[in-house]
């Protein structure tokens, strides 16, 4: 089992809709979560950290279930731009090693 | 800005040829990482460093070797380059953003070893 999993999609989702993604994580010591925005043939770059009381950056909200080892991004109102991939992105409890999901592809179209 | 820069954008090497990938970053940052990323095996550490001449192995050492002979440079060695390195090379840097430490990435290089 992957450390990190994701759904790879692609979603295909129209302008204007609500769209989710889900990721589960396997190790319960993990402490820190992000989301990472990848584009086409360019490098990460960081969307959001992700609370344990969930957060919201405008049209995104985050949310962490420890219980469940999963964390969650929710964009409303998608916008052509949105087109990316976006990276599920864990960090242990030592030191600063990242651990990152395979990504999840979102396609908006208009 | 944090600024993380890789040498090349693209590079065509052949089999058996040694190649440098050179990062730079200039926030006088400790800990770099060197990543490569391939289709549906998302990002996996390769090495990373936490000071000068210090460097650990990531998840996928074998045939590389790295180089941290100055603080804002962490330089990736493939001694004899195969093609399956044939893929897509990011370093990373850390930095704080929006108060936990992240990593930062580099624009990465595409090599193609033929």
């Known amino acids: 089992r992957k450390e990190v999993e994701q759904d790879p999609g692609p979603f295909n989702v129209p302008e204007g809709a609500t769209v989710a993604f889900n990721c589960t994580y396997s190790?319960?010591?993990?402490?820190?979560f992000f989301w990472y925005r990848q584009d086409c043939r360019k490098e990460p770059k960081l969307l959001m950290s992700v609370y344990s009381s969930g957060n919201e950056d405008g049209r995104f909200t985050a949310q962490l279930n420890r219980a469940s080892q999963y964390i969650s991004l929710l964009i409303r109102d998608s916008k052509l731009s949105d087109s990316a991939t976006y990276l599920c992105?864990?960090?242990?409890?030592?030191?600063?090693?990242?651990?990152f999901g395979g990504g999840t592809r979102l396609m908006v179209k208009p | 800005d944090v600024k993380v820069t890789q040498s090349s954008r693209y590079l065509v090497k052949r089999t058996g040829e040694k190649v440098f990938l050179e990062c730079v970053q200039d926030m006088d940052h400790e800990n770099m990482f060197w990543y490569r990323q391939d289709p549906g095996l998302g990002l996996r550490l390769i090495y990373f460093s936490y000071d000068v001449k210090m460097k650990e192995k990531g998840d996928i050492p074998e045939g590389y070797s790295v180089s941290r002979e100055k603080k804002e440079r962490f330089s990736l060695i493939l001694e004899s380059a195969s093609t399956n390195q044939t893929s897509m090379y990011l370093c990373a840097s850390i930095a704080l953003a929006r108060g936990q430490e992240t990593q930062y990435f580099g624009p990465g290089t595409r090599l193609l070893v033929l």
């Open positions: 190790n319960s010591a993990s402490q820190s």
């Open positions: 992105v864990v960090k242990g409890n030592a030191g600063n090693m990242l651990t």
